[in-house]
């Protein structure tokens, strides 16, 4: 009858043991980064990040694709041009077909997003991080007019009101530092998409990688007023 008391507490100490090698597994198991996009097939991401780009383009254009640990480079540009499928949110789906300009000064920003999200870092720390280097010159914003190409019919893209879902192929515009105000346009009178009423509007207005946003077809889904505003 002595032995029970002792034979209760090992038990309990083993219980404990086992939890507590249970909660570290668990933790163990959770991933790094719970805000990362699912990956996608390496041939299927190739082919939506050329759907962006006219096709003129696409076949000299360079490619990256995303995985675990950010973006690498598949394929070499032979024209200056850079085809990405971009997340500005987890469940966004942005294939972008940047210029020259572009990719000297959104696709660094885009590659380094991808890679502070793989590292676990949250939206607020990107978001930090990336003011921060703007402000010390590590990122810079255009320095002439060019062109975005966004041309693919899968853009699922994030509205004003930060609802991700479909727009049409659509052209956009560097405007570092652009407002809506500037274009006449009205941010607050948003139309059924969720985005500013008009033939054009800005994305990212007052950033250094604002974009004016003109969409080639009509829509209806609830998108793309963010563009890059979310990091």
Same mark, same amino acid.
């Given at each position: 009858?002595?032995?029970?008391?002792?034979?209760?507490?090992?038990?309990?100490?083993?219980?404990?043991?086992?939890?507590?090698?249970?909660?570290?597994?668990?933790?163990?198991?959770?991933?790094?980064?719970?805000?990362?996009?699912?990956?996608?097939?390496?041939?299927?991401?190739?082919?939506?990040?050329?759907?962006?780009?006219?096709?003129?383009?696409?076949?000299?254009?360079?490619?990256?694709?995303?995985?675990?640990?950010?973006?690498?480079?598949?394929?070499?540009?032979?024209?200056?041009?850079?085809?990405?499928?971009?997340?500005?949110?987890?469940?966004?789906?942005?294939?972008?077909?940047?210029?020259? #300009? &572009? $990719?000297?000064?959104? !696709?660094?920003?885009?590659?380094?997003? *991808?890679?502070?999200?793989?590292?676990?870092? +949250?939206? /607020?720390?990107?978001?930090?991080?990336?003011?921060?280097?703007?402000?010390?010159?590590?990122?810079?914003?255009?320095?002439?007019?060019?062109?975005?190409?966004?041309?693919?019919?899968?853009?699922?893209?994030?509205?004003?009101?930060?609802?991700?879902?479909?727009?049409?192929?659509?052209?956009?515009?560097?405007?570092?530092?652009?407002?809506?105000?500037?274009?006449?346009?009205?941010?607050?009178?948003?139309?059924?998409?969720?985005?500013?009423?008009?033939?054009?509007?800005?994305?990212? #207005? &007052? $950033?250094?990688?604002? !974009?004016?946003?003109?969409?080639?077809? *009509?829509?209806?889904?609830?998108?793309?007023? +963010?563009? /890059?505003?979310?990091?």
């Amino acid at each position: 009858m002595t032995k029970k008391p002792y034979a209760i507490t090992i038990c309990l100490l083993g219980l404990a043991v086992q939890i507590a090698v249970s909660a570290s597994a668990a933790a163990q198991s959770t991933p790094a980064a719970e805000g990362q996009p699912p990956l996608m097939d390496r041939q299927k991401e190739v082919a939506l990040a050329l759907s962006a780009c006219p096709p003129s383009v696409a076949s000299q254009a360079a490619v990256y694709v995303l995985e675990k640990s950010g973006y690498v480079k598949v394929q070499e540009s032979q024209n200056g041009f850079t085809a990405i499928v971009q997340h500005s949110s987890p469940t966004a789906q942005e294939p972008r077909c940047m210029d020259t #300009e &572009g $990719t000297r000064t959104h !696709l660094p920003r885009i590659l380094k997003v *991808a890679e502070l999200r793989a590292q676990g870092k +949250s939206r /607020d720390e990107i978001q930090r991080f990336i003011a921060d280097a703007f402000a010390k010159g590590v990122f810079q914003p255009p320095a002439r007019p060019g062109i975005d190409y966004m041309l693919s019919t899968e853009n699922l893209v994030p509205n004003a009101k930060g609802v991700v879902g479909p727009y049409p192929p659509h052209v956009m515009f560097y405007a570092p530092y652009l407002t809506n105000a500037d274009l006449g346009v009205d941010r607050t009178n948003l139309g059924p998409d969720g985005n500013p009423i008009g033939p054009a509007f800005v994305a990212g #207005e &007052g $950033t250094p990688h604002a !974009l004016i946003i003109v969409p080639l077809g *009509a829509h209806t889904g609830p998108s793309h007023a +963010s563009g /890059d505003t979310s990091q």
